[in-house]
């Protein structure tokens, strides 16, 4: 079985502190981040905006172009 090591989060948000919102790649990087990640980081981390948008793998290939970009576009909110 694989380990699962998450990457520096508290030094990334150290280093962005401008960053409103956390985006998900997919069901599984949003599982891994909230279960080994999260609860590490400051109550202000915390508290983010964080939203799941549909794997851009092919394991959405069911899902049309057009939903995918209409999904990814709520990330323009943030901006």
């Not at 909230?34 to 799941?52: E, N, Q, S, T």
Request: charged share 25%.
């Amino acid at each position: 079985m694989e380990e699962i090591r998450p990457s520096d989060f508290a030094w990334l948000f150290g280093e962005a502190p401008a960053i409103q919102a956390i985006f998900f790649n997919g069901r599984k990087s949003e599982e891994v981040f909230r279960r080994h990640a999260l609860g590490g980081l400051p109550d202000r981390i915390r508290a983010l905006p964080m939203c799941y948008l549909p794997s851009t793998s092919p394991a959405h290939a069911g899902m049309s172009f057009e939903e995918k970009r209409k999904q990814w576009s709520r990330i323009t909110e943030h901006l």
